[in-house]
């Protein structure tokens, strides 16, 4: 960018291919849920009647939202109440989830499997909520800031720690939970007046939380605890427990992978033996990821490596780096990656711009201004590096409350409507050997080369600050094509040099894509997306 800047002088050379191995398309991931998505009970329904169109744009797999019993028929699910009730039960004001029925989401698993699109599993391990009735048991408060450090005396609480289920019964599992099948608690009905006072459980059958660093995260002293009833997986009945509830599920329900939630909370050894029971009974092959929501990327290596790299985490890091950049004023597009998951551990690195823990509202909200989430989402979706999820939010847009509008039925902001061009990109251009061009702080691009059977390519330009321009090698192969920018952002044809390179531009605060006129797939972007996911449901 700019007229005192120099191409490289070496155009850099693709490597030969060792084996000819088709290449498989890429995979994209869906985050299929927002914070404030209706609490109609027709998700299900509205994801089933989007996997065509889905899958036609490269989507490869859902993360559905938590899909257990909660406390209430509007609940989100991770105030969990009932694992074995995946809305079948009239249990809890209703028989079907906030998302809906068992009956619909097999449906949608049956959907998805028709077109190729997985589904993940947003499993809620840590804790549980609402309890049937009282159990008495000994207990000591703990400091919120240090839970090791104790500011009380032992003495009898009156807690919620009871459940049977009576809606399900011995249906799935006869476990009941008991006051010794859980480590702390954070109310007592004899003392209603110190709701949110962390009690940890004492007794003969319960071992007190987790060790940390060892088996949790160390933040607060030991992060045990976070809220509702804490799962004891030191108790070998919840243990057994949980298992077999992973073993019926894997068995009950279609799906490919698992999202865990919360897992710098509960028991990192219980989580090794659940993965190595679904690889030993089930095969390997399923994807696993966790929510270790940390701003330190020591900390979330270190839990890889405890994990023996079978897990990936979500790229917390790189979100962070997305916020400050939107809402500064000409930042180093340059450091865009830097101290990221997807730089340190690529492999185990699922990137993304935003979730429903970071949206607008929400305790963790981590403010991107809109015309960076283009940039963004190019960031994750179009380089060779993690797996991208995009978020159902910014797809489809948000149904944010208002003070006019507490309960809205559609959307109130987005959807991001170039989204589908670049999930298009991705699934046909987006391959190969990638060569960066991040010699300027406010523009900088990259091309993907390519692969033997997937030969088309793209040369990826942006600017977070004016009209921005690259000149890149695509290669002396390409020599007089015609490229334009599939995204439509910029009207100009440009012609590649005899010599394989070429001036390629972007608009101010913007991104474009350039690709070959003639590359196979160019018609698919004359597809509409239809964004208007909420009018399915209404005909159900």
């Not at 914070?35 to 889905?54: E, G, N």
């Not at 049956?110 to 008495?136: I, Q, S, T």
């Not at 799935?172 to 939970?177: A, F, G």
């Not at 990109?425 to 059977?453: E, M, N, P």
Request: hydrophobic share 35%.
């Amino acid at each position: 960018m700019g007229d005192n800047f120099q191409p490289p002088s070496p155009a850099p050379a693709q490597a030969p291919e060792p084996q000819q191995k088709p290449t498989p398309q890429n995979a994209t991931l869906l985050q299929a849920f927002e914070w404030y998505t209706p609490p109609d009970h027709a998700h299900f329904l509205r994801l089933s009647s989007q996997i065509p169109q889905l899958s036609q744009h490269g989507i490869s797999s859902l993360w559905i939202p938590p899909s257990c019993r909660a406390t209430s028929p509007q609940s989100n699910g991770y105030d969990i109440y009932d694992l074995y009730d995946l809305g079948e039960f009239d249990q809890k004001g209703s028989v079907a989830t906030k998302w809906g029925t068992k009956a619909q989401l097999l449906e949608l698993a049956r959907n998805g499997k028709e077109y190729g699109v997985g589904l993940y599993w947003d499993a809620v391990l840590n804790h549980r909520f609402g309890a049937d009735h009282r159990e008495r048991c000994k207990a000591v408060e703990v400091d919120a800031n240090d839970r090791r450090v104790r500011v009380s005396g032992e003495y009898e609480i009156d807690a919620w720690v009871g459940f049977d289920f009576p809606g399900r019964g011995d249906q799935e599992s006869t476990m009941k939970y008991h006051w010794y099948h859980f480590s702390g608690v954070d109310f007592n009905a004899d003392d209603p007046g110190k709701a949110g006072t962390i009690y940890q459980i004492l007794g003969e059958q319960s071992q007190g939380w987790a060790k940390s660093p060892e088996d949790v995260d160390g933040e607060k002293g030991n992060y045990d605890y976070l809220m509702g009833c804490d799962v004891d997986y030191s108790h070998p009945e919840v243990v057994d427990d949980v298992l077999n509830w992973g073993r019926w599920l894997a068995k009950e329900v279609s799906i490919k992978g698992i999202r865990f939630d919360a897992v710098k909370h509960f028991s990192e050894s219980f989580l090794k033996k659940f993965v190595k029971m679904l690889d030993g009974e089930f095969g390997e092959g399923w994807f696993l990821v966790g929510e270790f929501w940390k701003d330190s990327l020591q900390s979330m290596t270190d839990y890889l490596d405890r994990m023996d790299h079978k897990f990936s985490l979500f790229d917390a890091p790189l979100v962070y780096n997305f916020g400050e950049i939107s809402t500064s004023v000409s930042a180093d597009l340059r450091k865009v990656f830097d101290d990221t998951l997807v730089q340190k551990a690529p492999v185990c690195a699922v990137t993304l711009v935003q979730n429903h823990d970071t949206q607008p509202l929400q305790a963790l909200h981590v403010p991107i201004t809109p015309w960076f989430l283009p940039l963004g989402y190019a960031l994750i979706l179009l380089r060779e590096a993690g797996y991208p999820c995009v978020f159902y939010g910014d797809l489809y847009g948000l149904c944010t409350p208002t003070s006019d509008n507490p309960s809205p039925t559609r959307p109130t902001s987005g959807p991001v409507t170039i989204i589908p061009k670049l999930l298009l990109a991705r699934k046909l251009y987006a391959y190969g050997l990638q060569t960066d061009y991040f010699d300027y702080s406010t523009c900088i691009g990259w091309v993907r080369h390519g692969t033997w059977d997937r030969k088309d390519k793209c040369a990826v330009v942006m600017s977070n600050a004016g009209e921005g321009w690259k000149w890149m090698f695509v290669g002396v192969e390409c020599a007089g094509q015609q490229w334009t920018d599939v995204l439509e952002w910029r009207e100009e044809v440009v012609t590649i040099g005899e010599n394989g390179w070429a001036e390629f531009r972007c608009g101010g605060c913007s991104v474009s894509v350039w690709v070959w006129e003639g590359a196979k797939g160019r018609d698919e972007f004359e597809t509409q997306f239809d964004f208007d996911i909420y009018a399915a449901s209404t005909a159900k």
